[in-house]
């Protein structure tokens, strides 16, 4: 994670994976999220997700968040790819969890199928949305999806 000499040595003096650990590399996260450090906090929020599957377990409903949180520094970085890997991680948990009906795994069903369809679209036709033969919402700009995915997607 490349959280720094702080964050580190806390790892070593409190485990690595234990909760004080875990809530000192979420709040690094955050606040480089914050302060539009995308690339860092996807670093760190993957740190982060590697201490939590030692805390919690493979597959825990406690990933989530941490997976939402990773997908959106994704796409703030339009990093289609790794947006899609964490959120489909995160969709399958939930899914797993509560099954296919639940308001959660739909709602993050809803936010994949945005993902792809604009990251699709941008493959195709670039950055400009008035190439696209598809009939697209006048928000979904070059901003359009960002924002549109993070009013689904965790704040904090």
Known sequence: GG?????RYAEEQLGFSSEEAVGLWA???ALRMRLKRF???ASDYAHLLQMQTIL???GSIKLVTTCEKLGKAHVF???WEGARAALSVAHGIVSKAH???HHETIRLGDVLLSLEQYAARRALFGFNPLAMLTPVPSW???VGLSVAL???????
Not at 150 to 156: D, E, G, M, Y
């Open 3 to 7: 959280g720094g000499f702080f964050y």
């Open 27 to 29: 709040d690094l996260a």
């Open 39 to 41: 690339d860092a906090a």
């Open 56 to 58: 919690h377990g493979e």
């Open 77 to 79: 970085m339009r990093s």
């Open 99 to 101: 099954g296919p009906h």
């Open 140 to 142: 979904l700009g070059e």
């Open 150 to 156: 993070t009013r689904c997607l965790p704040s904090r």
